[in-house]
């Protein structure tokens, strides 16, 4: 059974940092592909980054050269270090793998920037 698990998450001044964690089982980690997500209140849940099971990133424009994606295929765990953040970032933060046919999520962070 998939499961992922995220902390990490709290509250924040802006231009503060935060590294959120994902660690999962069930599956085999290391040949996948693994996600960060966010949703704002009111919004769509929208891509934040995203890494390959070879190491290669991807993320949103508005968190590049602020947010870093990694992952232990050690530990089977994903990370979101956030730098520098501001109050748009502010959100529900959710872990994901799409293996199978299916979306797999955590249960989400919350994360808060105060101003």
């Known amino acids: 059974q998939v499961q992922l698990v995220e902390s990490g998450g709290g509250l924040v001044q802006a231009g503060g940092s935060l590294r959120l964690s994902c660690a999962t089982s069930?599956?085999?980690?290391?040949?996948?592909?693994m996600s960060w997500y966010r949703q704002a209140p009111g919004k769509q849940r929208d891509l934040v980054a995203t890494?390959?099971?070879?190491?290669?990133?991807n993320y949103v424009r508005s968190v590049k050269g602020r947010f870093t994606i990694s992952r232990d295929n050690a530990k089977n765990t994903v990370y979101l270090q956030m730098n520098s953040l501001k109050p748009e970032d502010t959100a529900v933060y959710y872990c994901?793998?799409?293996?199978?046919?299916?979306?797999?999520w955590g249960q989400g962070t919350q994360v808060t920037v105060s101003s």
């Open positions: 890494i390959t099971s070879t190491g290669d990133t």
């Open positions: 069930g599956y085999i980690f290391r040949i996948n592909d």
């Open positions: 994901n793998t799409f293996r199978g046919g299916v979306n797999y």
